[in-house]
């Protein structure tokens, strides 16, 4: 079955920092662009990062830019997101997605993360 498994993400105070990761089963995902996004409650989904197939080069939204991480492990199939000093505003439903053409698109199920004290 081609599909993302989505783990990590929960409860954290404001400053902590949580680890999302996204595995892909029934596909390869280096031959993938790979985005997380979130949504919080009330607002639309939004961007938050992404990751190149061609170069791995990644761009971040400008709210996570410097706090945020995206990266791939090949051997295991896997992408990651580390979030570091984590504040209330990042609390949402953490998705990612992994895409190329002609277009494949595959979606996580997404993961909650709540920043509270």
């Known amino acids: 079955q081609l599909q993302l498994v989505q783990s990590g993400g929960g409860l954290v105070q404001p400053g902590g920092s949580l680890r999302l990761s996204c595995a892909a089963s029934?596909?390869?995902?280096?031959?993938?662009?790979i985005g997380w996004f979130r949504q919080a409650p009330g607002k639309e989904r939004e961007g938050v990062s992404c990751?190149?197939?061609?170069?791995?080069?990644?761009n971040y939204a400008d709210s996570v830019k410097g706090r945020f991480t995206i990266s791939r492990d090949s051997a295991k199939n896997t992408v990651y997101l580390q979030m570091n000093s984590l504040q209330p505003e990042d609390t949402a439903v953490y998705f990612c997605?992994?895409?190329?053409?002609?277009?494949?698109?595959?979606w996580g199920q997404g993961t909650q993360v709540t920043v509270s004290s």
């Open positions: 997605k992994a895409d190329r053409s002609p277009p494949y698109i595959y």
């Open positions: 029934g596909f390869t995902l280096t031959s993938y662009a």
């Open positions: 990751l190149s197939s061609s170069d791995n080069s990644t």
